[in-house]
């Protein structure tokens, strides 16, 4: 009677997701965060720097920093995002950490800004994408195949019994340099942001 009713409204229901729908969910949702960078000298039309992804409401751009040495930088910047084109300004380079940022101007923002992953939730083995692509958006898929930590020092003065603490300083996967472009954004199968990829093939985490 009415104890098996409540019995069945109250059984949990099991929904299984298919890898390949997180993967392409993943990718649907996160196009419009990835940002293509463009340098411009002169009356040019701009030359393709790398890519990066949109951090903030704000417009702020995450990239890596390589390809934005000081030496021989661009007149200006450029950037194309979910299908619009807008100038740039270069914030912060930051060559020891390997990231940049950009300012694009919230008005250029695609609404939400990209959610970050939980670093210390990284494990090996874990399935990463890679975005890129010059024009079209290319896709890379790989596992994290190394974390290296490092002790993050206390603060000048602390005489408390804390001890340092181990952040993740670099991962690397199983995604090959060639396979994405400068900049990548890394994404977890959660569509959450896993790190910048540099040329190298190392991964800054977010």
Do not use: C, W
């Not at 299908?83 to 380079?93: E, K, V, Y």
């Not at 692509?133 to 993050?152: D, H, L, Y």
């Amino acid at each position: 009677g009415g104890g098996n009713a409540a019995a069945v409204a109250g059984k949990e229901t099991t929904v299984v997701v298919k890898e390949e729908d997180l993967i392409t969910d993943t990718i649907a949702r996160n196009d419009a965060h990835l940002v293509r960078i463009y340098g411009i000298r002169g009356t040019s039309t701009g030359t393709f720097m790398g890519a990066g992804v949109l951090v903030g409401k704000d417009g702020l751009v995450a990239t890596a920093a390589a390809p934005f040495r000081p030496l021989g930088t661009p007149d200006a910047y450029r950037v194309t995002v979910a299908g619009t084109t807008t100038d740039a300004t270069l914030i912060s380079l930051d060559l020891e950490a390997g990231v940049a940022f950009f300012g694009i101007g919230a008005r250029h923002s695609s609404g939400q800004p990209i959610t970050f992953a939980d670093a210390s939730a990284f494990k090996l083995g874990q399935t990463v994408l890679a975005l890129g692509g010059e024009r079209e958006t290319t896709v890379a898929m790989g596992i994290i195949a190394g974390i290296k930590s490092e002790a993050v020092p206390l603060p000048p003065g602390d005489r408390t019994e804390h001890r340092p603490r181990d952040e993740v300083a670099s991962l690397s996967t199983t995604i090959s340099p060639r396979d994405t472009t400068s900049g990548s954004p890394f994404l977890n199968l959660f569509g959450e942001l896993v790190g910048i990829g540099p040329s190298d093939g190392a991964v800054v985490p977010a």
